[in-house]
């Protein structure tokens, strides 16, 4: 198993910035990836990153507002958000998955999951 811990999230304005983080410990992992759940909706996607990469994968929504990266030696993932919207109000949680192939978007391909940290933009 991978042990997940995050931190960063808060409440801001629309228009404004904020940074998730996120620390894995225990197993290996192929990818890490954030997702996020708003009240009464399903689980989505926001992000991905293979263990290694300079580049990340996105969601169509965030896609020029959010960029994801990684250090690879302290086996951490950040989440930089900018230009936040309201819409972008949810739960985020921190993902890791330990085999290959996989969707990075799909919830069932990720095997361990951090605890989640809320995220409220207010209009």
């Known amino acids: 198993q991978v042990q997940l811990v995050e931190s960063g999230g808060g409440s801001v304005q629309a228009g404004g910035a904020l940074k998730l983080s996120c620390v894995a410990s225990?197993?290996?992992?192929?990818?890490m990836a954030w997702f996020r759940q708003a009240p009464g909706k399903q689980r989505e996607g926001v992000a991905a990153?293979?263990?290694?990469?300079?580049?990340?994968l996105y969601a169509d929504s965030v896609k020029g507002r959010f960029t994801v990266s990684q250090d690879y030696a302290k086996r951490s993932m950040t989440l930089t958000m900018d230009t936040l919207k309201p819409e972008d109000t949810a739960i985020y949680y921190c993902?890791?998955?330990?085999?290959?192939?996989?969707?990075?978007?799909?919830?069932?391909?990720?095997?361990?999951w951090g605890q989640g940290t809320q995220v409220t933009v207010s209009s």
């Open positions: 225990g197993y290996s992992y192929v990818s």
């Open positions: 993902a890791a998955a330990q085999s290959l192939p996989f969707t990075w978007s799909d919830p069932t391909s990720y095997d361990n």
């Open positions: 990153i293979y263990r290694g990469a300079d580049y990340g």
